[in-house]
């Protein structure tokens, strides 16, 4: 992978600093806005299968279906982007967030009820890519990895303060006012974004002629960071698909921490409720602040750690800036935070020992790993490749949703064969490959390149 002198560069991030924070405090609220949608239903399942007379076993499913719209939504979003402009998009995906949230809460039966959740499924995912780019394209790289921990922020207390006011609303009121709730989010986010953000820059909005009309339909513009071959284009540099292939390897990381995201939240009241007897959507909604608590610490140490590991890697190569370095700040999160709390958090629900307390604080530390993680793992993927960041992190998104949604279906059968102690060991064993192969990738991935360039030439 190509290395770049820190400083470079510099002159594109010309933002002024208070326009970078509107940038920034938008595409966090978009984040958090579409994350709510998608798990803010959770602690209300029940009273919503009744309601529209279908079972909890299919309105799960219907999640897992959601996850899969928000994979494959981007072969969707791409020819629309490359259209139309990535702004134009951005606030078309915003506006389609808020009409089928409406949509959602006029459902008058579980078939309408699915097909509004699926569409509005079908925004997240674009909003979160674009997001990351246009942070890429306002922060310099030193500044990217806090940037992105704050937009990790938005995303991940979305999906855990998502069901707490979900938990609240369907105590006192109906299920239905989590969607106009959802609403009046997804409408302030339009008005935000219509204000605050810019225009792609240094590229061209739109596609002009048949044939780039037609280039932008080929799905397999998404696909190339993980199907392309390692091809060297010249003596002096690592060729554009040689970095789209390691960051396919990143793609694996972040499915595997999408899949231990949603084996948590999609199991927290099916294996919390029976464990302390807590009978409320109220009570039990109530256990996400503890994930919560820790996606939100995690954001910002993994902004910190991030950040941090580059400026130590470039001190150390005299201001050579390599973007696989600040993947070496996570590594004992994979190794020793992420298994050692998730074996906590399972055995002592799956034996009932430890009470209340230890539980919540080793569900903290999951969250705050998972988190730390992703941080690395996400700026990694929008500065491998920048003259082909959508694709690279489109690439990244339908892996990672793919997981999310084999987790969120598969959690609650799989818990109730073979034990909530047994999953989450299953959980810390691929944590400890993840992190072995993020540490591969790390230390000696510039070396696998420099053999395979070597072989080539």
């Not at 326009?19 to 998608?38: H, P």
């Not at 909003?127 to 922020?153: C, H, K, N, S, T």
């Not at 409720?273 to 939100?296: D, E, I, K, M, Q």
């Not at 993840?434 to 991935?445: E, S, T």
């Amino acid at each position: 992978m190509q290395g770049s002198k820190h400083g470079s560069d510099g002159a594109q991030y010309a933002f002024p600093t208070w326009q970078k924070c509107l940038i920034l405090t938008d595409a966090c609220f978009v984040v958090f806005t579409s994350s709510s949608a998608l798990c803010s239903i959770f602690p209300a399942t029940a009273q919503i299968a009744a309601e529209l007379s279908t079972t909890v076993e299919t309105l799960h499913i219907a999640n897992a279906c959601v996850q899969i719209a928000m994979g494959i939504s981007l072969f969707v979003w791409q020819p629309i982007r490359s259209f139309i402009g990535r702004r134009n998009a951005y606030l078309l995906a915003i506006f389609i967030l808020f009409c089928f949230s409406i949509g959602a809460a006029l459902a008058i039966n579980a078939s309408m009820f699915i097909a509004m959740r699926i569409i509005v499924g079908i925004t997240g995912t674009f909003l979160l890519v674009a997001g990351q780019e246009i942070l890429a394209e306002a922060f310099d790289p030193i500044g990217r990895g806090a940037a992105f921990g704050y937009m990790q922020i938005g995303n991940t207390t979305g999906l855990t303060i998502g069901p707490c006011i979900g938990g609240i609303i369907v105590s006192f009121t109906h299920w239905r006012i989590i969607y106009w709730l959802q609403v009046g989010l997804a409408g302030l986010s339009l008005i935000l974004s219509s204000l605050f953000i810019p225009n792609e820059k240094g590229k061209s909005k739109t596609v002009h002629g048949s044939g780039s009309r037609l280039a932008a339909l080929n799905p397999i513009n998404l696909l190339k960071p993980l199907v392309y071959p390692n091809i060297v284009i010249t003596a002096s540099e690592i060729s554009p698909e040689i970095q789209q292939s390691l960051t396919s390897k990143q793609d694996i990381a972040c499915g595997f921490l999408v899949f231990f995201q949603f084996i948590v939240l999609t199991s927290i009241p099916h294996i919390i409720n029976p464990r302390f007897h807590f009978t409320t959507p109220l009570v039990s909604s109530l256990f996400y602040l503890a994930p919560g608590g820790g996606f939100v610490l995690g954001s910002l140490v993994g902004g910190i750690v991030s950040d941090r590991t580059t400026k130590r890697y470039i001190a150390k190569r005299d201001g050579i800036r390599l973007p696989q370095d600040r993947l070496n700040g996570s590594l004992p999160i994979w190794l020793g935070v992420m298994p050692v709390s998730m074996a906590i958090y399972g055995w002592t629900l799956d034996l009932e020992v430890g009470g209340m307390a230890v539980p919540i604080i080793s569900v903290f530390f999951v969250a705050g790993g998972i988190v730390v993680a992703f941080n690395g793992l996400n700026t990694y993927t929008a500065e491998a490749l920048p003259e082909h960041r959508f694709a690279a992190i489109s690439g990244k998104y339908i892996i990672q949703y793919g997981f999310g949604a084999v987790s969120t279906a598969a959690v609650v059968p799989l818990i109730d064969a073979i034990g909530v102690g047994l999953v989450f060991t299953i959980c810390a064993i691929i944590s400890v490959t993840g992190g072995v192969g993020v540490f591969l990738v790390a230390r000696y991935g510039l070396q696998l390149q420099n053999h395979r360039f070597s072989s080539r030439v």
